[in-house]
């Protein structure tokens, strides 16, 4: 059963980079497209990235095109998110998510995920 659990949030100045980490502490991430999302205060959750099992293809929310990298580590079973040029904007809990997939598949809609972390924060100053 996958577990995850999400850290490297924090606060950072407008202009800046965090790099998020996703650490599964259940079963191994074989088999299991990754998400990454986010919720600001009042808002609906946003898609920010998306990456195949096999790290072959990624996707990207058009807000963050350019800026964040979303890449996996299956020997740590861990996923990352490099966000940089970060903009206040960003501002937000980050979640990571997970489920079964194809080889190739990325998903882009959190209805497609049945398995979630608890959020990392992450507040940039202006």
């Not at 986010?38 to 946003?46: D, F, L, N, S, V």
Request: hydrophobic share 30%.
């Amino acid at each position: 059963q996958v577990q995850l659990v999400e850290s490297g949030g924090g606060l950072v100045q407008a202009g800046g980079s965090l790099r998020l980490s996703c650490v599964n502490t259940g079963s191994t991430f074989t088999s299991y497209t990754m998400g990454w999302f986010r919720q600001a205060p009042g808002k609906e959750r946003e898609f920010v990235a998306s990456i195949s099992w096999s790290g072959s293809n990624t996707a990207y929310g058009d807000s963050v095109k350019g800026r964040f990298t979303v890449s996996r580590d299956s020997a740590k079973n861990t996923i990352y998110l490099q966000m940089n040029s970060l903009e206040v904007d960003d501002m937000a809990i980050y979640y990571c998510a997970a489920r079964r997939s194809t080889i190739t598949a990325v998903y882009t809609r959190s209805s497609s995920y049945d398995t979630w972390g608890q959020g990392t924060h992450v507040t940039v100053s202006s």
